[in-house]
């Protein structure tokens, strides 16, 4: 019955609903809200689930959902490539540079700055990024 919600979804997003995109995106799904996954972690856990799908099919699949605006992807330093699925709220992140861990945090007042900037520019916002890098109270 769950697979007719994530066809639904696919569907909305011009995707066909393979079997590798409907794994991903059940998987993504499961995960709490706030999580940041990487490639490798979605292989593993599907494997738990006794999935078997290939790492270039699951990039693959991410990109298309990517593209489609169905997760983020995010590049910080010194961990690589994250994703998270896109339902959750406008926010930034920390990143504490030692042990990786990844906190997210929103402020008011930087999201009526961007917006007035992007206002300025006469512009629209498609996609924003800031990363403050920290130690972590676990790392100082
Ligand atoms: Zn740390
Ligand atoms: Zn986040």
Not at 42 to 66: A, H, P
Not at 78 to 100: K, L, P, Q, R
């Amino acid at each position: 019955m769950i697979d007719l919600v994530y066809i639904a979804i696919l569907k909305a997003n011009r995707l066909r609903p393979t079997t590798v995109r409907l794994a991903v995106l059940s998987m993504i799904s499961s995960y709490e809200e706030g999580t940041h996954f990487t490639i490798e972690r979605i292989c593993d856990d599907l494997r738990g689930n006794g999935v078997r799908k290939s790492i270039g099919s699951v990039y693959r699949t991410l990109k298309e959902f990517e593209d489609s605006g169905l997760v983020i992807r995010h590049q910080f330093d010194s961990i690589g490539t994250v994703y998270e699925s896109s339902t959750s709220t406008t926010h930034d992140h920390t990143v504490c540079v030692a042990c990786g861990k990844i906190m997210e945090f929103y402020r008011e007042e930087f999201d009526s700055l961007r917006k007035e900037v992007v206002f300025e520019a006469r512009g629209r916002l498609i996609k924003h990024t800031q990363t403050l890098y920290v130690l972590c109270d676990d790392c100082l």
